[in-house]
């Protein structure tokens, strides 16, 4: 036997006798502690699932009382599926009915494109002086910085990429022959908002204030040995009669021929200056953003037939409506009907109170019930934490109760099970399809009092459910409860165990002052046994 610090003196394993001896008074002790810790620690775990459970059955019984639930409306529409040509959706202000539905029109943006030949590449050069391109559809505009040299794929990414872009795609398209189409597409819809694409030349002034033509003076960027010196008759003299270049007297006939063409085209005689603004005219089309512009007598977009935005067109019981889209919130009061494709013949819709829906939630109401009920068996069981808790046995006997007792003064329902809810032995719900839509066919105004009146099922059940939840309701109040129980052990283990440390501390004591005296009585022994020894 190995002998510990305790016990050095006398030889003994006092060490592990005083061990024992704590161990023997506190180890029972300690684990009924424990025990019982660890059973209100599982009761509050329990609780926890009722009260969520509990608080869960009480949102559907909620849903079940809103009043809104049998105001509702459902629209159905006469179509295949998979070939949906209309979307209808309701309020509860819709009014029960049968409408005759046509999608004459769908509403659509538009699109503009090159003309054939204008572009033969991608990198080809739309601008050689900075300029701006404006985006117009309806109300909404965006315009765009455009630098000299920009080319057709940079102007597409630039258009497709900014951020102030309403709806505007821009694309390439090569026809495989040589010809490059530069198409935009606006998302806009609606009659009157065709996409309309301006060019704007810079404005710049000069220090006193006038206008700065952008091409004037354009050519001065042309090498001298490049450009062509005017040509000079020195022969002809200011007031001079006689035209040497044209080798004599210009006819007096001929003038006037010139001038009554000119008159006959409406058109004035061109003066010394005026081939000063054609060319500037000329060199503006060359320069400028015109080849990629709808507006302009240079414009070289243009939108194509049947490409322009047009409105949506509906006819509901014959009258025709017009919306600028596809979606008309307000042409049917009550309902927003959306065109998704043309009408081949006339579509039914039948608007009726919402039937499908109080179904699903009345199904969702049985289906939370028997998942309480369930619960509330699982955690009574035999061994099982909440074992005869009598706050669950009192709600699980009210709610049987609430359900079977009447909700309504009306003959045609009493209660919930005169509408195909029934009952079986273990006290769960379910519900028959049949005697349910029977049911709405012989009394649907009726079903709204049972269920959400002021008398009706779900207020009851509101009533009952009240004292259950919320921060003063009968579960928290049970857990708070345990919790305290729990502190309250856990506080009592805290003071056995110092009370054993205390114990312990006494036995060391009292066996290190016998381990002492041993060791004295040994060192005499040995004494007398070395004396004893010598005689």
């Known amino acids: 036997m190995s002998v510990g610090s305790l016990g050095v003196g006398s030889g003994m394993d006092l060490e592990s006798l005083v061990k024992e001896m704590v161990s023997a008074q506190k180890d029972a002790k300690v684990r009924l502690y424990q025990d019982k810790i660890s059973g209100y620690e599982a009761e509050l775990s329990a609780l926890g699932r009722v009260g969520s459970a509990i608080d869960n059955f009480k949102s559907i019984v909620e849903a079940l009382g809103d009043d809104e639930l049998f105001t509702g409306r459902d629209a159905r529409i006469?179509?295949?599926?998979?070939?949906?040509?209309?979307?209808?959706?309701?309020?509860?202000?819709?009014?029960?009915?049968?409408?005759?539905?046509?999608?004459?029109?769908?509403?659509?943006?538009?699109?503009?494109?090159?003309?054939?030949?204008?572009?033969?590449?991608?990198?080809?050069?739309?601008?050689?002086?900075?300029?701006?391109?404006?985006?117009?559809?309806?109300?909404?505009?965006?315009?765009?910085?455009?630098?000299?040299?920009?080319?057709?794929?940079?102007?597409?990414?630039?258009?497709?990429?900014?951020?102030?872009n309403f709806g505007v795609s821009a694309n390439l398209v090569d026809d495989g022959t040589g010809n490059l189409f530069f198409t935009v597409t606006s998302s806009i819809q609606g009659a009157g908002n065709t996409l309309k694409i301006t060019n704007t030349l810079p404005i710049e002034k000069d220090d006193e204030g006038n206008v700065i033509d952008p091409v004037e003076n354009k050519d001065d960027d042309i090498p001298v040995e490049e450009k062509e010196e005017p040509f000079v008759d020195e022969l002809d003299l200011a007031g001079d009669d006689v035209d040497f270049t044209n080798d004599g007297e210009i006819p007096e006939d001929e003038v006037e021929e010139q001038a009554e063409l000119a008159a006959v085209a409406d058109i004035e005689p061109v003066d010394a200056e005026e081939p000063e603004d054609v060319s500037s005219i000329s060199k503006n089309a060359e320069l400028s953003l015109n080849s990629v512009s709808t507006e302009g007598v240079f414009a070289g977009l243009y939108t194509p037939l049947g490409e322009q935005s047009q409105d949506a067109v509906i006819t509901v019981d014959g009258i025709q409506i017009r919306n600028k889209t596809n979606t008309f919130d307000d042409a049917v009061a009550g309902l927003s009907i959306e065109a998704i494709d043309l009408t081949e013949k006339t579509t039914k819709?039948?608007?009726?109170?919402?039937?499908?829906?109080?179904?699903?939630?009345?199904?969702?109401?049985?289906?939370?019930?028997?998942?309480?009920?369930?619960?509330?068996?699982?955690?009574?069981?035999?061994?099982?934490?909440?074992?005869?808790?009598?706050?669950?046995?009192?709600?699980?006997?009210?709610?049987?109760?609430?359900?079977?007792?009447?909700?309504?003064?009306?003959?045609?329902?009493?209660?919930?099970?005169d509408l195909g809810v029934k009952m079986d032995n273990q006290g769960m719900l379910s519900l028959n399809d049949s005697k349910f839509e029977a049911a709405m066919k012989r009394g649907y105004s009726e079903v709204a009092p049972l269920i959400s009146g002021e008398k009706g099922l779900a207020k009851s059940l509101e009533n009952l459910l009240d004292n259950y939840t919320g921060s003063s309701g009968m579960t928290n109040s049970l857990k708070d409860s345990v919790r305290n129980s729990i502190d309250s052990s856990e506080g009592d283990l805290e003071a056995y165990e110092d009370r054993m440390v205390r114990y312990e501390d006494s036995l060391r004591a009292k066996f290190t002052g016998l381990d002492s005296r041993l060791a004295n009585m040994n060192a005499q022994g040995n004494y007398l046994n070395s004396v004893l020894a010598k005689m």
């Open 78 to 164: 006469a179509q295949t599926e998979g070939e949906e040509v209309l979307s209808v959706t309701t309020d509860n202000t819709a009014s029960n009915g049968s409408y005759a539905v046509d999608v004459n029109q769908l509403a659509k943006g538009s699109r503009v494109m090159s003309s054939p030949g204008l572009f033969s590449s991608d990198a080809d050069v739309i601008s050689k002086i900075d300029s701006a391109l404006t985006f117009k559809a309806g109300d909404n505009e965006f315009t765009l910085d455009i630098r000299a040299g920009t080319t057709l794929s940079e102007l597409r990414n630039q258009i497709n990429t900014s951020e102030d």
């Open 349 to 417: 819709v039948d608007v009726s109170f919402d039937q499908k829906t109080v179904q699903e939630t009345i199904k969702e109401f049985i289906s939370s019930y028997n998942d309480l009920v369930n619960l509330f068996q699982q955690s009574t069981d035999k061994n099982a934490a909440l074992n005869g808790n009598s706050m669950i046995r009192n709600l699980q006997s009210s709610l049987s109760t609430q359900l079977m007792s009447s909700q309504a003064s009306s003959g045609t329902f009493t209660s919930i099970f």
